[in-house]
């Protein structure tokens, strides 16, 4: 189980980045998710996407960010707009995220991270 997230850099407020995460040696069969970790935080959920296509978006990238999927090429995307400096963070993908009843948990394996920097 291998996954490499990519996409991340440098980009000024209201600016648009497009992240990537490629898996290899398993199949997507369940939701996959995109977390991020600022500074001196936790790591927060950000967006998960259903193997059947439900979409949870956290309030503070509703309306920005868009995940989507596809099981044919083992990969998950999150197309980032409208940029914020609070945005910026290291941000991960998971392989196996479920809703429970005590909200999302992570079962999966983690990427290495790709670094994105909000700043003028």
């Known amino acids: 189980v291998h996954l490499v997230e990519s996409g991340g850099g440098l980009v000024q407020p209201g600016g648009s980045l497009r992240l990537s995460c490629a898996a290899s040696?398993?199949?997507?069969?369940?939701?996959m998710g995109w977390y991020r970790q600022a500074p001196g935080k936790q790591r927060e959920l950000v967006a998960v996407i259903s193997s059947g296509g439900s979409i949870y978006y956290a309030d503070s990238v509703k309306g920005r960010f868009t995940i989507s999927r596809s099981n044919a090429k083992n990969t998950v995307s999150l197309k980032m707009n409208s940029l914020k400096p609070e945005d910026t963070a290291v941000y991960y993908c998971n392989s196996d995220v479920r809703r429970l009843s005590a909200g999302y948990q992570t079962f999966g394996s983690w990427g290495q991270g790709t670094q994105v920097t909000v700043s003028s």
């Open positions: 040696g398993f199949a997507f069969v369940n939701g």
